[in-house]
């Protein structure tokens, strides 16, 4: 697959479209539509890894705050990771893919470009957008709550992916479940149950559906 020209700027901005749904509140934000499987590459590019990243973050500064809002965030992001965990791999094979297609140096640098300083750029976006709401509060307890309110939201999975953005979701699903079908057929007739073996979480296609986030508390 080659993009050159606005096959680039298509790419870079579905790169940011998936993760930027996640981010905006339900009121203003439609689930994102994709065109082609290209497209879906694109935006599997920065999610769910930049969501992620950015919890990562929220959970960081939230942590000095108190010790329970702390545990807190440390809790919902580690449920929130393994239930995105075969998303999250699924998303670095996708970037693999796409760098071993750009072999020309400009297109290669150009990718690496949307890596290494647009992506960052984007997570960093979305996390100030948390965290001035959070200094927005005027006492220490006030900021802990505020923290506590977007950790029970991601412990609702109001931010998962299959809620966020259900087209990306179903395209990584295919393209796990594709994967798995030659194992799954080479282990027929086998005394081994197919799933043997497997860690407990249950597959992304299996994570229910929450009502939409609500928005950050207001001063």
């Known amino acids: 697959m080659k993009l050159r020209g606005n096959g680039w700027r298509r790419l ?13 509140t339900a009121a203003l934000a439609q689930p994102p539509q994709y065109k082609t499987d290209a497209e879906l590459m694109g935006a599997a590019i920065a999610s769910p890894e930049g969501v992620g990243q ?9 942590g000095l705050y108190s010790a329970a809002t702390r545990t807190h965030g440390n809790a919902v992001l580690r449920a929130w990771q393994v239930r995105h965990r075969d998303y999250l791999d699924e998303g670095r094979r996708v970037r693999a893919e796409l760098q071993s297609v750009y072999t020309d140096p400009q297109e290669r640098a150009r990718f690496n470009d ?5 992506f960052p750029m984007l997570v960093e976006r979305q996390f100030v957008v948390y965290s001035r709401s959070i200094d927005d509060q005027t006492t220490e307890p006030a900021k802990a709550a505020l923290c506590d309110s977007y950790f029970s939201a ?22 796990i479940a594709a994967r798995a079908a030659p194992a799954s057929a080479g282990n027929a007739g086998s005394d081994s149950p197919p799933n043997a073996g497997a860690e407990g979480a249950a597959g992304p296609s299996s994570l229910p559906t929450p009502p939409p986030a609500p928005p950050p508390t207001q001063k």
């Open 12 to 24: 870079f901005a579905r790169a940011f479209v998936g993760a930027g749904a996640v981010w905006a």
């Open 54 to 62: 950015v919890l990562a973050r929220l959970v960081q500064k939230c």
């Open 114 to 118: 949307l890596l290494q300083t647009q």
């Open 154 to 175: 991601v412990d609702d999975r109001q931010f998962d992916l299959s809620v966020n953005d259900p087209a990306l979701a179903a395209y990584l699903d295919r393209r």
